[in-house]
């Protein structure tokens, strides 16, 4: 069993940056493939961002790319989402969690293909 927990919301003027942080509570941390979703209430669930076991890889949404940044530390048991350059419409809920489709994650931005989302640390962008 997978147990996720998100800190680092808050709240920041537009332009601004925060880091969020996902520590997991799990043996065999470094064999899953994870990611970062975010919500508004009333609307879907959306990816944000994504890394494979080893981080080698990463996958943004469009709507993120070239301001946010995934990492993660399989030493520490944590994944990590740098927000750069941050929009009021990036106010929303934001989730980790780890991919459960086939063994290798090779880049889908599903968010139904993700499970174990932890309970999510809120990030507001005011204008």
């Known amino acids: 069993q997978v147990h996720l927990v998100e800190s680092g919301g808050g709240a920041v003027q537009a332009g601004g940056s925060l880091n969020l942080s996902c520590k997991a509570s799990?043996?065999?941390?470094?064999?899953?493939?994870l990611g970062w979703s975010r919500q508004i209430p009333g609307k879907e669930r959306e990816f944000v961002a994504a890394l494979t076991r080893a981080g080698r890889s990463r996958y943004y949404s469009d709507s993120v790319k070239g301001r946010f940044t995934i990492s993660r530390d399989n030493a520490k048991g944590a994944m990590y989402l740098e927000m750069n350059s941050l929009k009021p419409e990036d106010t929303a809920v934001y989730y980790c969690g780890r991919y459960s489709g086939s063994y290798y994650y090779t880049g889908s931005r599903d968010v139904n293909e993700f499970s174990s989302w932890g309970q999510g640390t809120q990030v507001t962008v005011s204008s």
């Open positions: 799990v043996d065999g941390f470094r064999t899953y493939a």
